[in-house]
């Protein structure tokens, strides 16, 4: 896993894991840290599937079956991460939410 993505996932699930209510800057923060981290892995993945498109045409070259191989390992790791930080980004949106309407309940 990067380290991008581990920190990111790090922040996340320390902030989620507290009780103290989060300033709704951190929490801004930390989602467009998310989908800065999602947008990066899905690059990664598509500049992985070109490549792998690449290999597929070239087929009978000595190692492109193992490489064709080795690039679907890297894009099943790759959607993992991705399922990950949509996850995590999706429950600090959630926990966004949460803190705005107590905010606002709380400035009634």
Not at 15 to 40: F, K, Q, V, Y
Not at 52 to 73: H, K, N, Q, T
Not at 75 to 94: I, P, Y
Request: hydrophobic content about 45%.
């Amino acid at each position: 896993m990067s380290h991008g993505v581990l920190a990111f996932q790090r922040r996340a699930a320390r902030l989620l894991a507290s009780d103290e209510p989060p300033a709704l800057a951190m929490l801004d923060a930390l989602i467009t840290d998310g989908c800065a981290e999602a947008l990066h892995v899905e690059t990664e993945m598509r500049r992985l599937a070109r490549r792998r498109e690449e290999l597929l045409r070239s087929l009978d070259e000595p190692d492109g079956a193992r490489a064709v191989m080795e690039i679907g390992e890297e894009l099943t790791v790759l959607e993992e991460r991705l399922v990950d930080v949509r996850d995590a980004v999706g429950a600090l949106m959630r926990r966004r939410s949460r803190q705005r309407l107590a905010d606002f309940l709380s400035d009634r």
